[in-house]
């Protein structure tokens, strides 16, 4: 009997984290980083939902440290030429995704359209792979991202804005002009050479190449 002890406090060391509960791993951006801007669309109505989404209590960036480090290396690279980055999201929670799913199901719910997919019709969302029912986010290595200029905060002019649902996001596309292009590759090569990698359908998105759980989602809540 003298044992019971020791067996029921293993057993409480090894319960997993409660869903709200932020594992050790990740850290907030603004601590890690604190020179990088950060806009959080998802806890603002100006996404392509048109409202708040689920998961996000408060306008913060987490990441996993690895993660965090490289954009932090990543900033520092852009430092000498008056440039810094502006996240968008960082970790997503798995219901912010669900959140999404349940959106992109209701096809009456267009308010958003003409801002975010003008030309997209939201009835193939999903077949199209602008909607899923996981995302790299919730692994908390993935970030999307601009550049600005260090200075005023002024984003670089990118051809089309964040989240824009359209080939015309697509890093290399001809849509958009050779500025705007020019851009696109100065985030990407600062982003590349930090230890991320691109996404061929989205400027903006980048993940670790080495990130720690490649097959782990959570679902904590950004507070």
Not at 81 to 86: P, Q, R, V
Not at 100 to 122: C, E, S
Request: proline share 7%; glycine share 8%; aromatic share 14%.
């Amino acid at each position: 009997m003298a044992s019971l002890p020791r067996l029921f406090l293993a057993m409480f060391l090894t319960l997993p984290l409660r869903a709200d509960e932020m594992p050790e791993a990740f850290v907030a951006i603004d601590s890690a980083a604190p020179g990088i801007a950060v806009e959080a669309r998802y806890f603002t109505t100006d996404n392509f939902v048109g409202t708040r989404i689920d998961g996000y209590e408060a306008p913060r960036c987490y990441l996993t440290r690895p993660a965090a480090a490289a954009l932090s290396n990543a900033d520092a690279a852009l430092a000498p030429f008056g440039l810094g980055l502006k996240v968008f999201d960082c970790y997503r929670p798995q219901r912010a995704v669900d959140h999404f799913v349940r959106w992109a199901k209701d096809l009456g719910d267009t308010k958003m359209k003409a801002r975010y997919y003008p030309r997209v019709a939201k009835s193939v969302l999903f077949k199209e792979g602008y909607i899923a029912a996981r995302s790299g986010h919730s692994r908390g290595s993935t970030v999307d991202l601009t550049l600005i200029d260090r200075e005023s905060g002024r984003e670089l002019d990118m051809g089309t804005g964040f989240d824009f649902f359209g080939p015309e996001s697509w890093p290399g596309s001809l849509a958009v002009n050779a500025q705007q292009r020019a851009n696109r590759l100065l985030l990407r090569g600062v982003m590349t050479r930090a230890g991320f990698r691109p996404l061929q359908e989205e400027w903006w998105h980048f993940t670790l190449v080495n990130e720690p759980f490649p097959g782990r989602y959570f679902d904590f809540p950004v507070r």
